[in-house]
């Protein structure tokens, strides 16, 4: 197969180079050799590539940058993000190709950064940062996480990952998702239409569920003011999934104790925004997901996985449902 990997132009730690593709390849060399496979970084590269291509495998900025465009050969669209919502309503995508994400990749960071905003905020480290900058010492007093009450809302991979070292904390956990199946790792699961019923218990709320016309505005003003007064919050699905204004507006307030938010409805969060004066808030810069020692070898293994399921004329296990939106 004809396969070309684009490097975007905005961050180079994330690179594809031939050493990456090649042990890859050694990994899994029953679907891995024997393929002709560039790797491009300037416009021209992508240009020419994609003449031949049969497979691309980029992120979601090279395709908002060059699509659509003549890829007459193209079968399969990798792309290494999960959340695909900024690249609708799709019609760039040429019709008959299959589109990839990069589902499965973000589980061990994410579930280790959700799980560390767990206990910064059982610690009270926020208040503890406010405090600092503001030169005040005031004693503050955490908490164990054992017997106290998460709630994740999106058991993908994400939420899954959080809920399940969660549990091995001791937790009580509350999943939410949009079809209430059980999770090993979750004393209870709702559907999403029942979830102002759990957020009065709740007292560290997780969100890690996609961006999609159903969740948009999840956790709206109303739903937020339903958390117990000393709650905390932690976001690393998108930023759209919360009111932000009401959320900086709680924390102020002191109804919450403390969030830690690595998405944002706008990024980069723009100077003199209130986000970066709102007391008690952590802000990580969209990184909470990506390992850039391991990113790039998980994602090839993931790419190749949906090949070798390509080729046997099975389904595709991270086919984008772009109905769905995940």
């Not at 004809?2 to 180079?12: A, G, K, M, V, W």
């Not at 091995?168 to 998702?177: A, K, L, N, P």
Request: hydrophobic share 45%; glycine share 8%.
């Amino acid at each position: 197969m004809r396969i070309h990997l684009q490097n975007p132009d905005n961050e180079p730690l994330f690179d594809f180079s031939r050493a990456m593709w090649e042990a890859a390849a050694a990994r899994a060399p029953d679907i891995g050799v024997g393929h002709d496979v560039s790797i491009g970084a300037t416009p021209a590269d992508f240009v020419a590539a994609m003449r031949e291509a049969e497979a691309l495998v980029t992120d979601a900025s090279v395709i908002a940058a060059h699509f659509p465009c003549p890829a007459p050969q193209l079968k399969l669209i990798f792309l290494t993000n999960a959340g695909l919502d900024k690249l609708a309503p799709f019609g760039w995508l040429p019709p008959g190709v299959a589109l990839l994400n990069n589902r499965g990749a973000h589980a061990a960071k994410s579930g280790e950064f959700a799980i560390m905003s767990i206990l910064m905020l059982a610690n009270r480290v926020p208040a503890m940062v406010t405090n600092q900058r503001g030169e005040i010492w005031r004693k503050l007093w955490g908490s164990v996480l054992g017997g106290r009450h998460l709630t994740v809302v999106g058991l993908g991979t994400l939420g899954a990952a959080t809920a399940e070292h969660a549990a091995r904390f001791g937790m009580r956990v509350t999943g939410v998702r949009a079809h209430p199946a059980p999770h090993p790792a979750c004393v209870q699961v709702v559907g999403a239409d029942a979830i102002e019923d759990v957020l009065p218990q709740t007292e560290f709320l997780v969100l890690a569920c996609p961006l999609t016309a159903a969740t948009r505005g999840l956790m709206s003003r109303k739903r937020l003011e339903c958390l117990p007064s000393g709650a905390g919050v932690v976001n690393i699905g998108r930023g759209e999934l919360m009111d932000q204004t009401a959320l900086c507006d709680l924390l102020d307030q002191e109804h919450l104790s403390g969030a830690v938010l690595d998405v944002f409805t706008t990024e980069p969060i723009p100077p003199g925004h209130r986000l970066w004066s709102t007391r008690n808030l952590i802000i990580s810069p969209h990184t909470a997901a990506d390992d850039p020692a391991t990113y790039n070898p998980h994602s090839l293994d993931i790419f190749l996985e949906n090949l070798r399921a390509w080729r046997d004329g099975r389904s595709l296990p991270n086919r984008f449902d772009i109905a769905r939106g995940y």
